[in-house]
């Protein structure tokens, strides 16, 4: 059986079946990569054809040989190989380049967002492996981030040619460099795993070799009831509680997994799943390490109660016997409120136009001037 790769025009397809052929069946792959048997699916599959150089694909593998594929993240400091395959570049000269995600389209070139670039020459099939060195420096203290891969052909140099009666001229190459959409890859990076730190909760670094799992052991919105993990999910859901808005409920719904997601989108840096993994819990207590604030300023300014009321009022109501009309001082402030604030400090680092300067009001007992304010200087109770 002969196996040819070639691409045609509906005429020419037609003016070939006119031709006739030997009854051993030709099979003919096509780059849509659908076979046409003895040429009777041509009407059900135009071929065009096509004389432009390609990059046809690139795959990431963790060996020289590649037989082992890269399956969801790389751990940084490690060595990966690019396998880069192309159509109509035989020998060659291929660039690698590696942006953070985002920050380079396929119609430009630059140098903002940059952090490695390899090349190397396409064999007589061309084909070439390219060795990537990830680096921790590329992540800049984040726990892991996206990387896109851009693949191009050719270069461009210049020659200056010195004469010896003093007169010289510069030679310029006509190697083409042009960039396309195949030849985009993209590339999960993550911090090294890490033993459990002081200060460090166990619970929230438990999992994190899992980070190749593909899910298995991942808890989801349908299957966290099995794990008898509602402690947990309520711990996510009060730390983030400044991503999108939540309740500390013990529950997974639908807005866990969209603080989830936009925490993974934001800060993480990663691809949203709304998924809880070791590579969550682990961003979520550096999170918390990275953006903090002074604690002492959420303290009620009255200078009468202990900083957080004194407790009275409890049972007591203005009206109707719902929370919102309790006069009930509560001894704190809930947590949800100190991980929205750390959200907030968040989101001014990376917007890089304002800072928390201070905070004037944290906690407010009946004493306290603003609510004084607002019931004609009368405390209540």
Partial sequence: MAKIELSLTNSQ????????IEKTPIYMELFSKEWVKDL??????????TDKED?????????K??????KGFVESGQTIYARVTTRGLDDSDIALFIYKHGTVTEEETSTKGGVYMVSGETDAKGITVLKIKTDTSWLKEKQSETFDIFVLEGGAKETAVIIPNGRGYT????????????DKGILLLSMPKQDIEVGQSKTM???????????KYCITQHNYKQYNCSKLIQEINIRLAGFGGNVPTEEFTQRTKNSIMQFQRDYMGVPPTGKICGSLLKAIDRFAAEYIFNFE???????ICSGYGDGKNKGLYLGKKVEAYHKYEYPGIHRSLLW???????????????????INSGYRCRHHPEYLKKNNNEPYG
């Avoid at 929205?340 to 201070?358: E, H, I, M, P």
Wanted: aromatic share 10%.
């Fill in 13 to 20: 397809v037609e003016e070939i079946k006119k031709v006739p």
């Fill in 205 to 215: 670094v438990q999992e994190v070799n899992n980070n190749d799992c593909g899910g």
């Fill in 297 to 303: 300023e959420t303290k009620c300014k009255c200078k």
């Fill in 55 to 63: 990059i046809t694909s690139i795959a990431f593998y963790r060996d």
């Fill in 171 to 182: 030679e310029r190459n006509t190697t083409k460099f042009f960039q396309m959409g195949k």
């Fill in 65 to 70: 040989d590649c037989k082992e594929a890269v």
């Fill in 340 to 358: 929205a604030l750390k959200t907030v400090l968040f989101y001014l680092k990376k917007d890089g136009r304002f800072t928390l300067n201070k």
């Fill in 40 to 49: 009777k699916l041509s009407k059900k599959t135009p071929i065009e054809y």
